[in-house]
């Protein structure tokens, strides 16, 4: 190094920490967001697995490299840093050194991160809520509801098959489609097929 020249050793850990806390704050304005339910807790942990996933995929990936086998395809990798688990891509970068330099790979990379913060921005600014089983159960009972209004409006059908009579202990007629009562004590049982 010369004279006035900066650390590039420095740099690095300077940027190590930069990208680190930068997950980390993601991580918890998520948080915040499930905290103040603008969000569903699912999305929260979605995130944490699919980082702590994402992660384990870079450094399987770095062993394999060291080893000189066959490698985890670059499209994995940021098929699951687009789907949340940049936060954990970006850890690992950093921390193991790994895909941190090639350009190529970088830029498909930031291009991941900046289409999942801006689809969950989306999620969280436009009020829609990809995710609201209140509203699904809601529409649900509904639609049973309105099937069964019409199942129960149709005019009482004969229904076909044996029909139970019998006079019970007050003297009664009963009927029944089910059977004679068992336990029970009565008197001139008839079966009639209708």
């Known amino acids: ?5 900066r650390d590039p050793r420095k740099l690095g850990k300077m940027f ?32 944490f697995l699919l980082s702590l996933i994402t992660f384990l995929l870079y450094r399987q990936d770095k ?13 994995t990798l940021h098929f699951f840093s687009l789907i949340g688990g940049w936060p954990g891509a ?3 970068q950093r921390r193991l050194r790994h895909k ?21 921005s989306f999620y969280c600014y436009s009020g829609s809520i990809f ?5 699904v159960l ?22 076909k098959g044996p029909v139970y009579s019998w006079t019970n202990k007050e003297g009664k007629t009963v009927y029944s489609n089910v059977g004679f009562p068992s336990g029970e004590t009565y008197r001139d049982g008839k079966i009639e097929w209708k």
């Open 90 to 92: 970006l850890i690992a």
């Open 100 to 120: 941190s330099r090639k350009q190529s790979f970088l830029v498909v990379f930031y291009i991941t991160v900046v289409l999942n913060i801006s689809a969950i």
């Open 16 to 47: 190590d920490v930069f990208y680190s806390s930068l997950s980390c704050v993601f991580l918890i304005c998520i948080g915040v967001l499930v905290f103040l339910k603008k969000m569903d807790p699912i999305i929260l942990i979605l995130y």
């Open 138 to 159: 809601h529409k649900f009972n509904r639609l049973s509801h309105e099937i069964s209004k019409k199942y129960h409006n149709k005019p009482n059908q004969k229904q």
């Open 131 to 135: 995710i609201n089983y209140d509203l």
């Open 1 to 5: 190094m010369f004279r006035g020249e």
């Open 63 to 75: 062993i394999k490299a060291k080893n000189d086998e066959w490698r985890t395809p670059e499209n």
